[in-house]
């Protein structure tokens, strides 16, 4: 079942990037939370001719941008957690700050699927064990305040885990809301599972630089993350083995680490997390979006 959800999904989402762009009016555009959606924002310019940001209340942020064919195209990414309403993106000229464009974005409520079980959010931590999550959660976070100007997911992307016949399918959605009924709250799953055995070679999903690794942290295990510039980053958990180091660069597809369970994990598989300008977001949809590259 879960796995049948998952390929419609894919297959939902795969669009090309000429057919994902021409989606995009002027007037604007509507997307639901975690959706990551390429537009084009105009031929016969450059990168750094021009800025684009979004505005959803809190600070602006910036729209990471690339060029392909004269061409100029932005990646907006709305986070899992974003209010719905109505907000804005702005497209200005970077030497004058003079607007040039401004487009409507409409947020609905993201359509995730629902699991509902006895077990989860059981689990008690102790304050030692809180506190410990807390200082892990700043690392994280601290890796992700420098990135690479550059796009470096210019050769496009691929994803993390080979398919074979017992490998690489979705096993959990991006947003999966997980629901115990004896509780009124519950948690949205903030990454993609991916099946795949102990030990099995995890790729980087486009080109970047290693930012940040992560030693067995409580709740991520091993968790390595990798900067593709323009404020993108991927995170890679519950590792087994890391097999890069701070700063070394990585190519699309190039094996960083291997499948384990460690941290907050049941079983062998990889979790897989994507942050653009800070927006937690479906990593599939990024992978899909940018394959064509
Ligand atoms: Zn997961």
């Known amino acids: 079942m879960t796995r049948l959800i998952g390929v419609a999904f894919v297959l939902l989402v795969a669009t090309t990037l000429e057919s994902a762009a021409q989606e995009a009016t002027p007037a604007g555009l509507t997307l639901h939370q975690g959706d990551v959606h390429i537009v084009k924002i105009g031929g016969g310019m450059n990168a750094s001719d021009v800025q684009s940001v979004l505005d959803t209340g809190g600070t602006p942020t910036a729209i990471p941008m690339f060029t392909k064919d004269g061409a100029l195209y932005g ?3 709305v986070d899992l957690y974003q ?3 109505t907000y804005h993106m702005t497209v200005y000229e970077t030497t004058t700050k003079r607007a040039l464009s401004t487009r409507t974005l409409i947020v609905e409520k993201g359509e995730f699927q629902k ?4 077990t989860w959010n059981t689990q008690v931590f102790d304050q030692a064990a809180l506190d410990r999550i807390a200082r892990e959660k700043r690392e994280i976070t601290g890796a992700l305040q420098i990135s690479s100007p550059l796009p470096e997911w210019q050769d496009g992307t691929t994803y993390p ?4 016949d017992r490998t690489g399918s979705m096993t959990t959605p991006f947003g999966q809301i997980r629901m115990n009924p004896t509780q009124e709250w519950y948690r949205f799953h903030r990454g993609t599972d991916f ?3 102990a030990g099995f070679a995890i790729q980087a999903i486009a080109a970047g630089r290693v930012a940040h690794l992560g030693r067995d942290y409580l709740l991520e295990g091993n968790i390595t993350v990798i900067d593709h510039g323009a404020g993108i980053f ?15 660069r990585v190519k699309k597809g190039d094996v960083i680490g291997r499948v384990g369970s460690t941290g907050n994990s049941h079983g062998p598989h990889l979790h897989l ?6 927006a937690l977001v479906d990593p599939i949809q990024f992978i899909e979006a940018l394959r064509q590259l």
Do not use: M, W
């Open 161 to 164: 885990i080979e398919k074979t």
């Open 234 to 248: 991927s995170s890679y958990l519950h590792q087994s083995a890391f097999l890069v180091k701070v700063g070394d």
């Open 115 to 118: 699991s509902i079980s006895s």
């Open 83 to 85: 209010e719905p309403g």
């Open 75 to 77: 990646i907006v990414a």
């Open 195 to 197: 099946q795949a055995p």
């Open 273 to 278: 997390a994507l942050r653009i300008g800070g």
